[in-house]
């Protein structure tokens, strides 16, 4: 009986041993941030003036108060001559939690206050911006991070890539999802030195499912360059060719951008 119960402990002791390992990358991976990505639609210059210079003198310090120390702030290349004109802000955060707090976090600050001035306290008929949508974005399990583009030219001449992959229902995004991630596109866009900020899934915003990623380039030739690599690469011609991932994707929206010369990111 003795040596039954003890067999049976050992049994037990290495089941235990293997779960415990097995746990082990789960419990030490890093939690998937979140992002805010905010989008200013604005009709003029002025308004474009008024926003940039609040983002610069008022929201950006407020939030690095506010624990968050980087903050992209972004506009589209040719931003000038587009009727409608735009500013794209990141805000990443390490929780929900903090999304919801930051608000609040902003209402006690008397620097942001005095600083953004002109913008939130703006007349009815003198607004600084025409629209702002906010899209949250949870970061991807082989990404759960954002990462610093390590870029070293100008600004001026980066261009920073912002895809956004729309499927046809929730069942077939998850499938383009489940690509990136366990299906190795992640790993591609790396090999190949994309330059990732994040890759997430969008989880509140006007198109919905949706996921949305960022890649850097130091200027508009090595990006053209990056992406002949990546369409004559083996591994994504294997991983393209798969049966599973056909027709995962109903609609590809490609957005150039460039930081602005306060940008974090």
Known sequence: MKKNYSALNLLLAVLFINLFVLALPAIGAPAREF????????????QEDRVE???????????????????????????????????????????????????QALQKDKQY??????YINAA?????YTRMESIIIQA???????????????????????????GHTEKIYQ??????????????????????????EVIAGSTMPNLMYMTTFEDRPTRDAKWKSFSNDPAWKVLSAKPEYK???????????????????
């Open 35 to 46: 992002y805010e990505l905010k989008v200013y639609s604005l009709k003029t210059k002025e």
């Open 53 to 103: 210079a609040y983002l610069k003198n008022a929201y950006l310090p407020a939030m690095h108060r506010a624990g968050v120390s980087k903050v992209g702030v972004f506009k589209p290349i040719g931003n000038d001559t587009a009727r409608t004109r735009k500013i794209y802000v990141m805000v990443p955060m390490k929780s929900l939690d903090q999304l919801t707090k930051l608000p």
């Open 113 to 118: 206050a005095q600083a953004g001035a002109d």
């Open 124 to 128: 009815y008929n003198n607004p600084p």
């Open 140 to 166: 991807f399990e082989m990404m759960p991070q954002m990462a610093m583009p390590t870029l070293k030219g100008s600004k001026s001449e980066r261009v920073y890539e912002l895809r956004s992959y729309e």
């Open 175 to 200: 499938n383009k999802v489940q690509m990136f991630n366990q299906g190795g596109e992640v790993n591609i866009f790396k090999n190949l030195g994309f330059n990732a900020v994040f890759y997430g």
């Open 247 to 265: 027709n995962n994707v109903s609609k590809n929206v490609t957005l150039f951008l460039r930081p602005v010369e306060f940008s974090d990111i």
